[in-house]
């Protein structure tokens, strides 16, 4: 199985400063026949499912802000929110699906400083 | 507009069986796989498993922690999908999520539904 290993876990951040949650996958989930990585990272708030923000690593979903943007590749990933805004406290999660079992890191929760 | 609806849930003692269901709407569900996805009480997510299409077989994929135990099924006609849940075991409390991907490989999740939420207690 793909272990996805997120980092940190939690983290506080001023409104309107760069926030920056670290995603490693124990092997790599890029598919070297198209150069896609697998990869998709999640936004989760309180009492609601989560919502899908980024897909194959660093293509951001219709509706999502640009301040949030998704980079990395091979085992290395990261998620950044440009621009801290009190509406994207959350917490945050990467998910590989390059192969089965998927597996999702362990979450990145973020909090206004 | 895509949606997808979860029942079922509860209070159930262990060893026992639960049955969900998933009614969706919004997409022809046929053609595509279906994901559950679990979430115990304050902590993160789980993949539990997946169906896919019948152009694909029809065909399941189950997480470790849940193969065995848990099936899913679904029923093209009525657009509806199942996760017959047996030897249910205390950690398999969580709220349930089945969800919709959008790309047909049941890579990415990008529709939800709001879960329900089943509690395994004596």
């Known amino acids: 199985d793909i272990v996805m290993t997120q980092s940190p876990d939690s983290l506080a951040v001023s409104l309107g400063e760069r926030a920056t949650i670290n995603c490693k996958s124990s092997q790599s989930v890029l598919y070297s026949s198209n150069n896609e990585n697998y990869l998709a990272w999640y936004q989760q708030k309180p009492g609601q499912p989560p919502k899908l923000l980024i897909s194959w690593a660093s293509t951001r979903e219709s509706g999502v802000p640009d301040r949030f943007s998704g980079s990395g590749s091979g085992t290395d990933f990261t998620l950044t929110i440009s621009s801290l805004q009190a509406e994207d406290v959350a917490v945050y999660y990467c998910?590989?699906?390059?192969?089965?079992?998927?597996?999702f890191g362990q979450g990145t929760k973020v909090e206004i400083k | 507009e895509v949606q997808l609806v979860e029942s079922g849930g509860g209070l159930v003692q262990p060893g026992r069986s639960l049955r969900l269901s998933c009614k969706i709407s919004?997409?022809?569900?046929?053609?595509?796989?279906l994901t559950w996805v679990r979430q115990a009480p304050g902590k993160g997510l789980e993949w539990v498993g997946f169906i896919r299409s019948k152009t694909y077989g029809g065909t399941t994929e189950y997480a470790a922690s849940v193969k065995g135990r848990f099936t899913i099924s679904r029923d093209d006609s009525k657009s509806i999908a199942y996760l017959q849940m047996n030897s249910l075991r205390t950690d398999d409390t969580a709220m349930y999520y089945c969800?919709?991907?959008?790309?047909?490989?049941?890579?990415?999740?990008?529709?939800w539904g709001q879960g329900t939420l089943v509690t395994v207690s004596s």
């Open positions: 969800i919709h991907d959008s790309t047909g490989y049941a890579y990415y999740f990008d529709y």
């Open positions: 919004g997409f022809t569900f046929g053609e595509y796989p």
């Open positions: 998910q590989q699906c390059y192969s089965n079992p998927r597996t």
